[in-house]
């Protein structure tokens, strides 16, 4: 097939209609709709409920040294064995009392190795301050309703 030129070097694009064909470009946009939600967004909850029985629980076992924090990413364990650690389910719970200055990090002397799934690494045990000391007397106090 020859081009058609307008200028010597120079071709023109001839377009052919052919209504066998299909066109990649469409001469008319489809109609645009509305986008719809089909579902209500879920709302993320904490998987425990921080919850005042919750709290003296998890103060307990701190003072019972029963959890850790993994010295290179922070990650709060919960000591299974005196030389196995695993993810502690009340992460959350615990990282609220950090914050709250009821929990802190043993020195550095008191850091031990443990095995997180096969891999040893070093776990800070966590113990309670004087102010978390307090509120687990107090919340001992309370009695069950």
Same mark, same amino acid.
């Not at 509120?135 to 009695?143: H, P």
């Given at each position: 097939? /020859?081009?058609?030129?307008?200028?010597?070097?120079?071709? +023109?694009? +001839?377009?052919?209609?052919?209504? *066998?064909?299909?066109?990649?470009?469409? =001469?008319?946009?489809?109609?645009?709709?509305?986008?719809?939600r089909?579902?209500?967004?879920?709302?993320?909850?904490p998987r425990? /409920? /921080?919850?005042?029985?919750?709290?003296?629980?998890?103060?307990?076992?701190?003072?019972?040294?029963?959890?850790?924090?993994?010295? %290179?990413?922070?990650?709060? +364990?919960?000591?299974t %064995?005196?030389? #196995?650690?695993?993810?502690?389910?009340?992460?959350?719970?615990?990282?609220? @009392?950090?914050?709250q200055r009821?929990?802190? #990090?043993?020195?550095?002397? *008191?850091?031990?190795? /443990?095995?997180?799934?096969?891999?040893?690494?070093?776990? =800070?045990? @966590? #113990? @309670?301050?004087?102010?978390g000391?307090?509120?687990?007397?107090?919340? =001992?106090?309370?009695?069950d309703?």
């Open positions: 097939m /020859a081009y058609p030129t307008t200028a010597p070097g120079q071709a +023109v694009m +001839v377009h052919h209609t052919d209504p *066998d064909q299909f066109s990649l470009i469409d =001469s008319q946009p489809p109609p645009t709709t509305e986008a719809t089909t579902t209500p967004r879920r709302r993320r909850k425990h /409920a /921080a919850t005042p029985a919750a709290a003296q629980e998890v103060l307990t076992e701190v003072q019972e040294g029963r959890y850790g924090a993994l010295d %290179d990413t922070d990650r709060i +364990v919960w000591f %064995d005196p030389e #196995r650690v695993r993810h502690a389910h009340d992460e959350e719970i615990v990282a609220g @009392l950090i914050r009821y929990v802190e #990090r043993c020195p550095a002397r *008191d850091t031990i190795t /443990a095995h997180h799934g096969a891999i040893r690494r070093p776990v =800070s045990p @966590l #113990r @309670l301050t004087k102010e000391r307090a509120l687990l007397t107090r919340w =001992s106090a309370l009695a309703y």
